[in-house]
């Protein structure tokens, strides 16, 4: 009796191994054919995106009737290294490619020029990159950084618009330097009383502060648009957007802290496809000031 207990056990057991393992194939081959479908629907979908972008750039070349300058800051440079990641790789280093590359990017366009804050490793205050576009006359300033977070996991594009109070703290300072001179960055202004020169500057900080929030928008649909993974718009007191006449916005193009981001902050073609897509907001953003 106990032997033939033991019998049916082991038959069970030994049929229900061999089920497993029969299941188990046909999990996996069901779940390779599964990865491979996903795998070709992913291709064709970017393959679509890649056509409709390039037909956007298409109809965009010629669109600009008036010169427009823009301006791109690529973060940090010099003794400055910015975010290092476990791998040694250097945001300043990063930031000044990707800004070549959109540089590039936006050289297809017709009527549109771009400087460079720096075009090697040099440090810049940043007061300076600030200046460096009002010399240029900008119309547009682009900051170039790349996030570092202490979370690994924390991955995507984010773009920065200056916030309210900030704005108000940073127009107090301003005034109060600027009231030394007769000059507000290019701009002229011939009264020399504190309060009304704070004011000035506040007036034209909030007008291009809203310009600024309307121009990462246009930025942000286009990611959303061409399938680039970012963690929506935020706001924050970056010395570098404070200047009271260009919109400004900061990108910050990836996490040095993430594997995935780290691998694609070194990938030309991803950087190439991501540079596409802003310079594509970028001429929409400037053609609507046109009109
Ligand atoms: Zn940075």
Redesign the pocket.
């Known amino acids: 009796m106990k032997i033939n207990f033991i019998l049916l056990i082991s038959v069970f057991f030994f049929s229900s191994c061999t089920y497993d393992s029969n299941e188990t194939k046909i999990n996996s081959s069901t779940f390779t054919k599964k990865s491979l479908t996903l795998n070709q629907e992913k291709k064709s979908h970017f393959k679509t995106l890649s056509r409709k972008k390039s037909e956007e750039i298409r109809s965009l070349i010629y669109s600009l009737n008036t010169k427009h300058v823009v301006f791109i800051d690529p973060?940090?440079g010099g003794k400055d290294p910015?975010?290092v990641s476990s791998k040694g790789n250097y945001?300043k280093h990063i930031?000044l490619r990707a800004s070549k590359i959109l540089q590039k990017s936006l050289s297809k366009y017709k009527n549109v020029k771009v400087y460079l804050s720096r075009y090697n490793d040099k440090y810049l205050y940043l007061r300076d990159r600030i200046m460096l576009a009002h010399k240029v006359k900008a119309d547009l300033f682009l900051s170039i950084?790349?996030?570092a977070s202490k979370n690994k996991k924390a991955k995507g594009i984010s773009i920065f618009s200056l916030s309210n109070i900030a704005s108000d703290a940073e127009a107090k300072k301003l005034a109060k330097r600027e009231n030394k001179s007769d000059f507000v960055g290019n701009m002229k202004l011939k009264n020399n009383d504190p309060l009304v020169v704070g004011n000035l500057i506040k007036i034209f900080q909030r007008e291009t502060m809203n310009q600024s929030a309307e121009f990462a928008k246009f930025v942000l649909n286009d990611l959303r648009e061409y399938s680039l993974y970012n963690r929506g718009h935020r706001f924050a007191g970056f010395a570098v957007l404070k200047s009271p006449q260009i919109p400004s916005i900061l990108i910050?193009l990836g996490f040095l802290t993430n594997k995935d981001d780290e691998k694609k902050l070194l990938d030309t073609k991803y950087l190439t496809n991501l540079c596409e897509t802003i310079s594509i907001s970028i001429v929409k953003f400037l053609k609507i000031r046109e009109n």
């Open positions: 973060g940090h910015g975010a945001e930031t950084h790349a996030d910050e």
